[in-house]
């Protein structure tokens, strides 16, 4: 299966953590850059987070401080570990996957609802 598959959402107090995966069909030579992008209803998408295949990380100035990017290549599996979460993190977290041939691939999505 291309599609990458998210997981990892749920339900959380503000101040909580949650941790999502994203498993991809990607190796760590296939795989370019991995981004998890987020939507909150009436909201347009936008980026959260991002990992290279050499492991450069970026991330959105809301997040920095709060979220880590990481791989297990081992798994095909990239982990974005969400800390402090605030409820304006609420929406529909996505993953999406760039391949070294120039296509990309997404995610379904996986809900992540912050309570205050």
């Known amino acids: 299966q291309v599609q990458p598959v998210g997981s990892g959402g749920g339900l959380v107090q503000a101040g909580g953590s949650l941790r999502l995966a994203c498993a991809t069909s990607q190796s760590r030579f296939s795989l370019k850059k991995l981004t998890w992008y987020r939507q909150a209803p009436g909201k347009e998408r936008e980026l959260v987070a991002s990992?290279?295949?050499?492991?450069?990380?970026n991330f959105a100035d809301s997040m920095k401080g709060r979220f880590t990017i990481s791989r297990d290549n081992a798994k095909n599996m990239v982990y974005l570990q969400m800390n402090n979460l605030k409820p304006e993190d609420t929406g529909v977290y996505y993953c999406n996957v760039e391949n070294v041939w120039g296509g990309s691939d997404w995610g379904q999505g996986t809900q992540v609802t912050v309570s205050s």
């Open positions: 990992i290279t295949s050499s492991g450069s990380t």
